[in-house]
């Protein structure tokens, strides 16, 4: 079955070729992607009818909630179905509430070329198995005979493409309500017949219907590349589409092909492959109605995290979750609408840039926790204040804890990243724990506490991805745990970045996150070139600046009618034209 799936389309030149991870990453990725820098994500279906999860939760996960007897989704779906029902045939009753009557294509594709993508990547197909088009392998499971009854895939494909958008397809590897397996449920090693049979089929007849331009596999994690045939797929779908074919780098453990997907991170600064976040504008990437207004990216810091992304060498790809009768949600729109807007202005330093040697500037930046009782916290796609970056920030803890006899207790300290434990005023550790030692399994001590008041202290420090920490204790010599209580208060650290750069046809670029007065400061900066022509972008008039010897520069803005200037905002682009020999690419790229 695998075979002659994959010989639909195969080129029978290159067909006997064995692919291997090895000549895949010897085929040059296509330029169009690493230039794109913004593509839109689109996150619409079933899930979108009830439109819920915790306040911190995904949306389009509501089929794994049932699964799990999650009592507030359940309690939800009692609004829209029988909830007695097995959960296939429960969230199956969906189809009669979703009807996408709102729903234009074109409107929708119109929004996204003003919003400044280049790129449009909708889930055809998510974990819960339905399908967005007429789909042969799912007759009955789809949105032609259900649902919208529309083609989905088809109509929106079509619409992008008209407005000179790339269009490029997520889909599920693995589903959860699939008889053949059912992920999460029956065992991963029981994939076989499922992927044979049904996955490699199912995608090879969507791709050759619709060529996109990119695949964004997904659900891979508790599977092997081996188990997908994906070093085969991908082969065969590069050799279907052609040279500006790509995919991204969820095949399964151990992937060693394909664009990278950090998620709802600070990006990543390796540039050996083409990257490129995604993330939600809130925290979600089906739409969820729980969520509150604070979880939102305001405009301005949607695009300096663009920018910081796009600095680093990498890209955007940001997701909307549309209501269930196809209304994009209007701070949604006023976000992408935002984006656009900057970029119009902007968007030379943007598209078809590349990282510098020149570092970001970061300022250092504290902020008061809010006091609690325990440290145990799980943040979720998120940093624990508003201002705060998601990644890379250190907290520090201070708690008086009150101990009611003289007695032997075990503390413990468990988390991601790295977390320090000390009593008293002592600069010596009583715990420290590093998850890079061992997967969140935490450190322990045991030390003998008198009676009365102890003064503990715990610093904490994220580097990437989770943020967890907990501190726990137990007075029965380990057998059973519970959080330390106290009056804990927090202070937040972390470096605040307020300058980036980029490069692009031999001009640098710098862009300040602090809207400048009258006079522009820049220190450390390469020297430039004697004659290069300094303007804001946005701005025609040329500015004069000087450079000392240890290469600060100081750029006069008094020339900038201030009526210009105050047209622009969010972030402020400075163009050094010619000046980008001083400021070479990052080393790798």
């Known amino acids: 079955m695998l075979v002659a799936a994959l010989s639909l389309s195969a080129q029978p030149s290159k067909s006997k070729q064995v692919p291997t991870w090895d000549k895949l990453n010897a085929r040059p990725y296509p330029q169009w992607f690493s230039d794109a820098k913004l593509g839109i994500f689109i996150h619409w279906g079933l899930y979108s009818v009830p439109a819920f999860a915790g306040t911190e939760g995904y949306g389009e996960w509501l089929y794994k909630g049932l699964l799990s007897d999650n009592g507030p989704r359940k309690r939800i779906m009692s609004l829209y179905a029988d909830t007695t029902l097995p959960v296939h045939e429960m969230y199956g009753q969906l189809t009669d509430h979703w009807h996408a009557e709102l729903w234009q294509p074109s409107e929708w594709a119109a929004l996204f070329k003003k919003s400044g993508a280049r790129y449009v990547m909708l889930v055809t197909k998510h974990h819960d198995g339905y399908s967005l088009w007429d789909d042969p392998f799912q007759p009955q499971w789809n949105s032609v005979v259900s649902g919208p009854r529309r083609d989905i895939v088809r109509e929106l494909t079509d619409a992008v493409r008209a407005e000179g958008l790339r269009m490029c397809f997520y889909y599920s590897l693995p589903e959860w309500s699939n008889p053949l397996h059912r992920w999460t449920v029956d065992p991963d090693t029981a994939i076989g017949r499922y992927v044979d049979e049904y996955m490699v089929p199912q995608f090879v007849s969507l791709v050759s219907a619709y060529l996109p331009d990119a695949i964004f596999a997904d659900g891979d994690w508790d599977f092997t590349p081996e188990q997908f045939h994906s070093i085969s797929l991908i082969d065969w779908y590069y050799r279907t589409v052609g040279p500006d074919a790509i995919v991204n780098d969820r095949w399964g453990r151990g992937t060693r092909h394909g664009f990278r997907t950090p998620e709802y991170s600070a990006g990543i600064s390796d540039t050996s492959r083409p990257w490129a976040e995604c993330r939600g504008i809130g925290r979600s990437f089906g739409l969820n109605r729980n969520e509150r207004l604070e979880n939102y990216l305001t405009d301005r810091e949607l695009i300096q995290h663009f920018c910081e992304l796009v600095a680093h060498g990498g890209g955007l790809t940001l997701n909307i979750g549309p209501a269930a009768d196809g209304h994009i949600p209007f701070i949604q729109q006023e976000r992408l609408l935002a984006l656009g807007r900057w970029l119009d202005v902007n968007g030379e330093a943007i598209y078809a840039s590349r990282a510098c040697a020149v570092p970001c500037h970061r300022e250092s930046s ?83 506490l008198s009676a009365g008041s102890h003064r503990v202290v715990v610093r904490y420090v994220e580097k990437d991805l989770e943020a967890i920490v907990r501190l726990l204790w137990s007075r029965d010599g380990g057998l059973s745990f519970e959080p330390v209580p106290a009056g804990w208060r927090g202070t937040a650290s972390w470096q605040r970045t307020t300058r980036c750069f980029t490069r692009r046809d031999g001009n640098l670029y710098v862009i300040e996150f602090e809207r400048p007065g009258s006079l522009l400061e820049l220190p450390g900066m390469p020297r430039l070139p004697k004659g290069t022509v300094v303007t804001m972008l946005g701005t025609s008039t040329p500015l004069k600046w000087r450079q000392g010897r240890d290469g600060s520069l100081r750029i006069d803005l008094n020339a900038i009618p201030r009526h210009e200037l105050n047209e622009l905002d969010h972030a402020w682009v400075l163009k050094f034209e010619g000046a980008a020999s001083a400021a070479m690419p990052e080393a790798g790229e």
């Not at 413990?412 to 010596?428: I, K, M, P, Q, Y």
């Open 366 to 448: 504290f902020a008061p926790m809010p006091p609690c009782r325990h440290i145990d916290f799980d943040w979720v796609r998120n940093a624990p204040l508003k201002n705060m970056p998601v990644d890379n920030f250190s907290i520090e803890w201070v708690g008086e804890v009150q101990v009611a006899a003289d007695g032997e207790y075990t503390l413990r300290v468990e988390g991601n990243d790295e977390a320090t434990v000390f009593l008293g005023d002592s600069a010596t550790p009583l715990l420290h724990y590093n998850s890079a030692w061992a997967d969140n399994a935490g450190a322990q001590a045991s030390v003998r």
